[in-house]
């Protein structure tokens, strides 16, 4: 092609200029691209590109020094490409810097066994943040951002609108779609139509509904039925966070829970779920009250009896009286000479204006493993930095509690709960399964020894078992010390 082209056999002088001649648009200004080729400098340099699941190929024509360079590159990235640009240019080039790691099993994030890795060489960027960051738009967020403070009631259609302009915008910036805290009073005053109009716009643009659903006890299967209904008539991906079931009564009801699931999938509802596993959750004590009767006694009773066990539930966060921090409610209570219901009043009364945050046992652990072992739940945190121990130990723990001594599950599809199955239920591309060309997120942790550490009263210790991790190629963990490195990067849908 590039000889029948240079002695004019194909085309005529006049018609190959005028194919590498800048298109100009209806305003006079100038494209960068002819009839077929790229302009990369006016009478110069002119190319082509190609890609296709996996390979990519690029024609260089280099006019004013009659030469052509074609690659053909495998890679799926463009690093080759503009290696060999400045190669053949002369120009600088920087080769990546790599890691060398040497007789390990690897763990592609697929759910396949384990293979030889022999070498792996990570590429190695960096950017401003040490870990990677993606975001869903809230709309308890959205709320207060037309609603103001003026949250306990149903919003108007005309309220519902401004919301819709105002998700529309954030999902253009990259949000990866519409979250919801239904059981939250910021939210708990919306009804379905709202969730679902907001969900629709999410869907426009490709976005995903994640959703802590409006009860985790006394109205649970209602909650999920509502979920489900939001992914039919919105027609967008579902996924419930932190699935539990939180009331002592309904304790062993997750296999049916389930079974509602796999209906909702198979009447074509892309539901899915994250799960996390401890036996506690992490909140505000308010949530305990389902009916926002925050004075009851009667209420408070139920929640003793029903919500949570008050003798092993412990305030994480009390701003009114600090030396209430790391005690638990029963505790507390006999402090004030009162039951563990009047003593849980007592908290919601004294922190109303300041907040607070209890960590507080009410799961079983059979729910926790039924859900853990839905092929369609993936792991979760639900974390932060401290207060509840799955901030620093979610994981360790799935991989040595519930792998290696229960035996839950192969070490292959905790991996892949952890990875591909997350990327996947996000809508993240690029990322979760070790592959050529996609970032090199990694980490090298022993099967053997792997276990967490956190608990309660030390929420912030460091698992045992992990040895280094990589972010987008770049170390920021080893061996028990984070390193001074900040490659992460806003990830946008």
Request: net charge neutral.
């Amino acid at each position: 092609m590039g000889s029948g082209i240079i002695h004019r056999k194909l085309v005529k002088k006049s018609t190959f200029q005028e194919a590498i001649t800048p298109g100009k648009l209806n305003n006079g200004e100038a494209t960068k691209y002819g009839l077929g080729w790229f302009i990369d400098e006016p009478g110069k340099i002119i190319s082509h590109t190609g890609h296709w699941v996996g390979f990519a190929t690029i024609i260089i024509r280099y006019i004013d020094r009659n030469q052509t360079v074609i690659l053909l590159d495998n890679s799926s990235n463009s690093y080759a490409d503009k290696l060999v640009r400045n190669i053949w240019e002369e120009k600088p080039i920087t080769l990546p810097a790599t890691h060398l790691i040497t007789n390990v099993k690897v763990i592609d994030g697929t759910g396949l066994p384990a293979f030889a890795g022999g070498t792996i060489r990570a590429g190695m960027k960096a950017t401003p943040i040490s870990v990677n960051l993606a975001t869903y738009t809230g709309q308890a967020w959205l709320r207060e951002q037309v609603m103001k403070d003026d949250l306990l009631r149903k919003a108007t259609a005309e309220e519902i609108g401004s919301m819709k302009i105002i998700l529309d915008r954030e999902l253009d910036k990259g949000s990866l779609g519409l979250g919801t805290g239904l059981e939250y009073e910021e939210a708990f005053y919306s009804n379905r139509d709202e969730v679902i109009e907001l969900a629709k716009v999410a869907a426009a643009k490709g976005g995903r509904y994640i959703s802590h659903i409006r009860s985790e006890d006394m109205h649970v299967e209602e909650s999920i039925e509502e979920i489900i209904e939001i992914g039919r008539a919105a027609k967008i991906p579902v996924q419930i966070s932190h699935i539990k079931i939180a009331m002592r009564s309904k304790w062993g009801n997750s296999a049916s829970i389930v079974r509602q699931l796999q209906q909702a999938r198979l009447d074509g509802v892309n539901i899915t779920a994250d799960v996390y596993p401890y036996n506690m959750w992490s909140s505000t004590p308010r949530v305990l009250f389902p009916k926002k009767d925050f004075e009851s006694l009667a209420s408070a009773e139920f929640a003793t009896r029903e919500l949570f066990d008050p003798a092993s539930s412990v305030m994480t966060y009390y701003p009114p009286n600090k030396t209430y921090e790391g005690k638990t409610v029963t505790e507390i209570g006999k402090l004030n000479n009162e039951t563990p219901a009047q003593a849980l009043l007592r908290i919601v009364r004294e922190t109303a204006e300041t907040g607070s945050a209890i960590v507080a046992t009410s799961m079983s652990e059979v729910d926790i493993s039924n859900f853990i072992d839905w092929e369609h739940s993936n792991i979760c945190s639900d974390g932060t930095i401290s207060g509840h121990p799955r901030g620093h130990g979610t994981f360790p723990r799935v991989l040595g509690k519930y792998v290696r001594e229960q035996k839950l599950m192969p070490l292959e599809t905790a991996i892949y709960k952890m990875t591909g199955l997350t990327a996947e239920h996000v809508g993240i591309k690029g990322r979760g399964i070790i592959v050529r060309g996609n970032f090199a997120d990694l980490v090298l942790f022993d099967p053997a020894t792997i276990i967490d550490k956190a608990t309660i009263t030390n929420s912030t210790a460091l698992s045992a078992g992990v040895e280094y991790v990589w972010v987008n190629g770049k170390l920021v963990y080893r061996n028990q010390v984070a390193q001074p490195n900040f490659p992460g990067r806003f990830i946008a849908r």
